[in-house]
């Protein structure tokens, strides 16, 4: 409890991977819901989600399925990326804590 409290032993591993599932799927759900809210409450969003309707509606099937297989890649692009920026700060934080048992080992 000593080490935690004077900053020796570092809680982030688990704090991180809290934020990691909270980025990795709260936030996307959360980000749907709440564009629904933006489009029922703002008419700004409202005119531009309109357009952007009609202008999906203009695509032919294979350019909407083109445009969903572009979608859904950005996407898994975009959770990989996330992945990666945690598993990095992990190995970090990691690499800071065998360095402190090593150089505690030293002396």
Partial sequence: MHDIL???????QDVLIVFYYIGAV???VVLYVFRKELI???A???????RLK???STFTTGQKTVFWLV????????????RMIFEAMIG???????????ANQIK
């Fill in 40 to 42: 029922g409450r703002v």
């Fill in 54 to 56: 009609a202008f999906y």
């Fill in 71 to 82: 979608v859904v890649t950005v996407f898994l692009c975009m959770e990989l990326c996330w």
């Fill in 6 to 12: 004077v900053f020796n032993t570092f809680i982030t």
């Fill in 92 to 102: 970090y934080f990691d690499m800071h804590d065998y360095l402190y048992r090593i």
């Fill in 44 to 50: 700004f969003f409202k005119r531009i989600n309109d």
């Fill in 26 to 28: 709260l936030v996307p």
